[in-house]
């Protein structure tokens, strides 16, 4: 039995040892590749460190200078200001076109779109909102929200539904997801499916009973009732 082991155990020093030497063969017939290789993933990193420091993030900053007066516009509903600049300083389509490549940029869009929005330019609302892109839960559901809002206005009522339904699934807000929920009802009831209006009103007063959506929600649950 000793032996056995024993010999067991010279059979996976044996093979282990094989591995070994086939590996430093392979590295000495590529040594020459694999010194290419290694010299390309440190330029490539290099490359983006120095991307980084000495381009983008000057940019950004820039951007984020930039930016202050159209979100200022903002605040204020001065939604062609904010959009277009005011001749001293930058817009958000001006942010956008100048810096695209930084986060100021992708913010720029979510601002252009609800002025857009805002300003009846629908189509235009439904592109910028569209390209913004977001880990913010709260503005991310205001996106999808008024993208769906755009469509409604422009009488497309399936695509307003869907993102509706995206906005309502997903980042969920005790207030502002109700918000959405009941648009999503009002336009189910547009195309006569009173079952999912009903289903959308109802998940308003279960789920959100504080949003002030809830408060007059009942006469929606039953008038839809009564249409089915």
């Known amino acids: 039995m ?9 059979s996976g020093f044996e093979t282990v040892e094989h591995a070994l030497t086939r590996t430093e063969q392979y590295i000495e ?32 900053n820039e951007a984020q200078a930039q930016i202050f007066r159209a979100e200022q516009y903002f605040e204020r509903d001065s939604f062609l200001l904010a959009l277009e600049g005011d001749g001293d300083a930058y817009g958000f389509i001006d942010i956008i076109d100048e810096y695209g490549i930084t ?3 992708n913010l720029a869009y979510y601002y252009a779109g609800i002025c857009f929005l805002r300003l009846g330019d629908y189509e235009d609302a439904i592109e910028h909102l569209k390209k913004f892109d977001s880990n913010d ?3 991310s559901l205001i996106a ?26 997903k980042n969920k807000n005790d207030f502002i997801t109700a918000v959405y929920l009941k648009k999503l009802g009002l336009v189910y009831e547009e195309i006569n499916n009173y079952k999912k209006a009903l289903a959308a009103y109802e998940k308003i007063n279960k789920e959100y009973p504080e949003s002030e959506e809830a408060r ?12 089915l």
């Open 2 to 10: 000793s032996k056995k082991k024993n010999a067991q155990h010279e």
């Open 144 to 169: 999808m929200g008024s993208i769906g809002d755009a469509y409604v206005e422009l009488d497309d009522l399936d695509e307003a539904i869907s993102f509706y339904e995206e906005a309502v699934s």
């Open 29 to 60: 017939e590529n040594k020459k590749s694999l010194s290419i290789i290694i010299a390309v993933i440190i330029g490539i990193i290099g490359i983006y460190l120095g991307y980084n420091k000495f381009i983008l993030n000057p940019k950004e």
């Open 216 to 227: 007059d929600i009942d006469k929606y649950i039953q008038a839809a009732k009564m249409k």
């Open 137 to 139: 839960k709260l503005v």
């Open 103 to 105: 986060k100021t940029a």
